[in-house]
């Protein structure tokens, strides 16, 4: 029975990793940059909802929806000032941008919000369920967190098949110049996929520290960088990769710590990443990277 | 409708575009012809706003599109079909068309073309709901034409339509070229097979390294001794 208990909460770790992952994904599809500030985003988000929630004292789905838009407006501040100057500059200046944007970020958090770690109350009320007699409890947060990464994953599969801006998105993501002949706006395009990412970001703070409820400067890290091995995992630029990839590296993640060794978490899920780009490099779902002459 | 006016392009500090000038009238087939790095895709791509000119100007219907930003082109009524079709390989021929028509709203009207296009590339229906990178070279080829009429256009851009393309498939291709025009629309075509090209333009330029070194009626350059010899192979 607590094996299945591990796997459930693998799962909604995993999907948590998963919301994060689908920020990187979409952006690297996209832009063809990685964002390595995005985890400290998630950092930004967490600090908004509690400062809402907790100090100003609003509801939770409130200072979640405000938490949204917040990291949405942040996202695209962060775009439009950070990265669109260097659209057309080398991979490694952009990389190097965005490490620095996420320095930015956790230290002007560690200027406003101070040293000391909050503790985040979480945002959900679902009270636990409790199976086969009591020995099987899923909580709350998990209740909530597994069929809402689900429901974001749907909606944003038919959200880029479907719609004129997400077939936009796809075009862009596979030939920037044949996207510019149709119309179709790049620099809007991208906008809206840091928007996206920045939004997802927000959702995953909100269900993170609900569950794990320490939030400092530096929280943020730490699932970024995780959220970014699932989205090599399954396959960067595939939406459906960073499901798959966030929610294996979830329960690979859980079950290490339950089985083999609790310190050795972290390393077990980066060992992972370096089988995988020793034996796949493309991912589970990546396709193969067509260089252009 | 369209005039390039003392075009010069660089990349980086390599000159591509040294001067080039020359003037498109409505209804025409004007072809531009020159071998491998001659300039041709360069001056297209510079036309529909993708490369910066460093001089001279690029007149549309009276504006200049240097001035615009290049997404805004197409629906100006300028296509441009790029060299290696650069079809969505990850998208549906249908959607492919759709994206073609990315800045109509008229869905009727959209609807409408759709249908034009199926019956100049009856194939293309045929295919509707294949992955467009499934495709055969001169299916995508149909398709990267089919989806630049998608946006209506006054006049199209064609870069090397015949490149890559077996000899029935490029007569098939050159037929439809020659239809589009005679449906009324504006056709300024590149092309390294000049005879062909020659064959169906109603006036022709000639590009060497950069510069213009020829131009005329197409019958005329057809007949013209040095064209003969650098580019008929005769």
Known sequence: ?293 | MLEVKDLQVYYGVIQAIKNVSFNVEEGEIIALIGANGAGKTTILQTISGLIPAKNGEVIYEGVNLQKIPSHKIVAMGLAHVPEGRRVFSQLSVYENLLMGAYTRNDKNEVEDSLHHVFKSFPRLEERKKQMAGTLSGGEQQMLAMGRALMSKPKIVLLDEPSMGLSPILVEEVFDIIQSINKAGTTVLLVEQNAKKALSIADRAYVLETGNIVLEGDAKELMNNESVKKAYLGE
């Open chain 1, 1 to 293: 029975m607590s094996f299945i208990s591990y796997l459930i909460n693998g799962i909604s770790l995993g999907s948590v990793y998963a919301i994060i992952a689908l920020g990187y994904t979409m952006v690297y599809g996209i832009a063809k940059m990685l964002n390595f500030a995005h985890g400290d985003v998630i950092m930004v988000g967490g600090y908004i909802i509690f400062t809402f929630m907790s100090t100003l004292g609003l509801s939770p789905i409130l200072s979640v929806l405000i938490g949204i838009i917040l990291c949405t407006l942040l996202g695209l501040t962060i775009e439009h000032i950070a990265y669109k100057p260097l659209r057309k500059a080398p991979s490694l200046a952009v990389l190097i941008t965005a490490i620095g944007v996420s320095y930015f970020l956790q230290n002007m958090a560690l200027l406003i919000a101070g040293a000391e770690s909050k503790s985040f109350s979480s945002v959900i009320s679902v009270p636990p369920l409790s199976l086969a007699e009591g020995r099987l409890t899923i909580s709350g947060e998990t209740l909530v967190t597994i069929p809402l990464c689900i429901i974001i994953m749907v909606s944003l599969t038919i959200f880029v098949r479907k719609s004129k801006t997400g077939r936009g998105m796809i075009a862009v993501s596979e030939d920037k110049d044949a996207a510019v002949l149709m119309g179709i706006n790049v620099n809007k395009t991208i906008a809206i996929t840091f928007a996206i990412g920045s939004a997802l970001a927000a959702i995953a703070s909100a269900l993170m520290f609900s569950t794990y409820s320490n939030l400092s400067s530096t929280s943020g890290a730490m699932p970024g960088i995780k959220a970014f091995v699932a989205a090599v995992f399954g396959g960067i630029g595939s939406v459906p990769g960073a499901m798959i990839g966030g929610i294996l590296l979830g329960i690979i993640e859980i079950i290490s710590r339950a089985y083999i060794s609790t310190q050795l978490g972290d390393a077990i899920v980066f060992l992972v990443l370096i089988i995988v780009l020793l034996v796949k490099p493309t991912g589970i779902l990546g396709k193969k990277i067509q260089e252009k002459v």
